[in-house]
């Protein structure tokens, strides 16, 4: 149980267009769903927290506006990374979340984000 | 604020050997504690969690870890390793269930033949 899938693992794009990753909760509904970034050889850092039906909380120096979240339902967030650059190049990863300690605190597989 | 230190960046094991990684936290309440291990390129699996009771948690892969709140640690343990444990180790601390984590630096285990 408490299964994440996180769509796509890898993606390329060209500087100036924008990627949608997805991150959703097979088996259990997420009341919150978390999204770190990680750069080479480096620990995860919490960009932003979402709870579904309400507007995403950001980390202190993550830009809201390029880093669109959507949490529709309490199946599946969104990250949209806009106007991508070469320095939003990153692994990119989700977790889910509910009220209860038996779930959540499991990782999607993580998206590879190169942007060139 | 919570904060998470793993003190070893690196560490060299024999295959066979015991293998212990570092956790220190810092956390004003009783917190909610993590071990995850990532391979390249890869997601995070978690390995255990405390969250209260028996301070000797087992996890899976034969990993165990130990709450010892006078320390402030939740040290990482396997009496035996594998090549295949050859990875990096995250400790985490969270507040309460459902809450975000905290991540230590990670520590890298390289497993030597």
């Known amino acids: 149980g408490a299964v994440v899938s996180q769509h796509p693992s890898r993606v390329i794009c060209k500087s100036g267009t924008s990627v949608k990753i997805e991150c959703r909760s097979l088996?259990?509904?997420?009341?919150?769903m978390f999204w770190y970034r990680q750069f080479p050889k480096q620990s995860l850092m919490l960009m932003a927290t979402?709870?579904?039906?309400?507007?995403?909380?950001?980390e202190q120096g993550v830009e809201k506006d390029k880093f669109l979240i959507n949490h529709a339902s309490l199946t599946l967030s969104t990250l949209t990374v806009t106007s991508a650059h070469p320095e939003d190049s990153s692994f990119y990863i989700c977790?889910?979340?509910?009220?209860?300690?038996?779930?959540?605190?499991?990782f999607g597989s993580g998206t590879r984000l190169t942007v060139v | 604020a919570q904060s998470v230190t793993q003190p070893d960046i690196h560490i060299t094991v024999s295959e066979g050997a015991s293998l212990e990684l570092r956790c220190n936290y810092s956390?004003?309440?009783?917190?909610?504690l993590f071990w995850y291990v990532q391979s390249p390129g890869q997601g995070l699996q978690l390995l255990l969690k405390?969250?209260?009771?028996?301070?000797l948690v087992q996890g899976i892969k034969g990993f165990e870890a130990e709450f010892k709140r006078s320390q402030s640690s939740f040290n990482l343990r396997k009496p035996s390793v594998h090549w295949s444990d050859a990875a990096e180790y995250f400790c985490?601390?969270?507040?309460?269930?459902?809450?975000?984590?905290?991540f230590g630096g990670g520590t890298r285990v390289l497993v030597k033949p």
């Open positions: 979402s709870n579904e039906g309400s507007k995403a909380t950001y």
């Open positions: 956390y004003g309440a009783t917190p909610y």
């Open positions: 405390y969250f209260s009771g028996d301070t």
């Open positions: 977790s889910a979340g509910t009220a209860s300690p038996n779930y959540g605190y499991t």
């Open positions: 088996d259990f509904q997420a009341t919150t």
């Open positions: 985490a601390v969270g507040q309460a269930a459902g809450n975000k984590l905290t």
